[in-house]
């Protein structure tokens, strides 16, 4: 049975004339009748009575006519929602990033998406790089922005794009020294520090601990928004990533020496094929970072690491 011929039957069905149906199908009509007689050759049995200047419906054509109509209608309905998911009229897209650039590259990439497609829905998932590495992983999203880690082996299973070298810097709501400031100058600084599972906690403790102190927290067990909001209130000075550093309002200085800084790089699942949609985020991420570089909307101690890509 093929979904031509149960189209060829229910046009019969509705106007009762094989040679009108043929003509709203424009198909031959020896060549629909053919179609008609081999469905009831497959079915076992007719589905008109054919009578001079007379087609009405069989018993076994009534009984199939709504399923008929049924199928073809599922059929158009699929064949709309594929049309429309490949054109982006619609389509879902589950991206995964830490808080750090959910605060800061993540919402110029939503935006920029959002403007071209706006029927697509997002879904953004929050956490560590080593939480979303697992996601990935399990297809439980399309894509993540990670911190890569400090070996610099990428993850198993993983496609990974790098797309920029982050400083991280000091912020402070009291005045900081102009120019840099050794990592040393933390020994006595009170710190706000994030909760234990950052990736920027991890690379302050090792920073400091590499200049063989332990630093003093004032606060600590923070989120993101938590971490600023402490420091806006005067408890501590944080280290935080260069582009969050630009948003928050505080004042900021880069380390010195070697400094402190973390690659920020874009992956998927390597056995897992993008979506439509989710490939037009990529490329989106990839372009909205080559523009914030090429406009100089990056703040200091931030490089593009791989070039843009364009068409999205």
Known sequence: MQLQQLRYFAAVADLRNFTRA??????????????????????GGELFHRTRGNIALTDAGEALLPLARRILADTDS?????????????????????PSLCTSLVPDVLGAFRSRHPAVDLLVREGGSGDLTAALTAGELDLALLIDPASGEAPAGLTVTPLLHEDLVL????PLPEGRMPVAALRDRPLVMFREGYALRDSTL?????????????????????????????????????MVAARS???????????????VSLAHGRDIPLGRAADRMRATVLDRVAAL?????????????????QGC
């Open 22 to 43: 043929a003509e709203r199908l424009h198909v031959a009509q020896p060549s629909l009748s053919q179609q008609i007689r081999s469905l009831e050759r497959e079915l």
């Open 78 to 98: 699929a064949r709309l929602a594929v049309q429309e998911t490949v054109q982006l009229r619609r389509g879902r897209v589950r991206l995964g990033a830490p």
């Open 171 to 174: 912020v402070s709501a009291a």
């Open 206 to 242: 090792a920073a400091c601990r590499a200049e063989g102190f332990e630093p003093r927290f004032a606060v600590e067990g923070g989120e993101m928004d938590a971490v600023l909001g402490f420091v806006r209130a005067g408890l501590g000075a944080a280290v935080v990533p260069a």
């Open 249 to 263: 309002g505080l004042a900021a200085v880069r380390f010195g020496g070697a400094g402190l800084g973390r690659t």
């Open 293 to 309: 570089a090429q406009g100089g909307a990056l703040p200091d101690g931030t490089r593009l690491l791989t070039p843009g890509h």
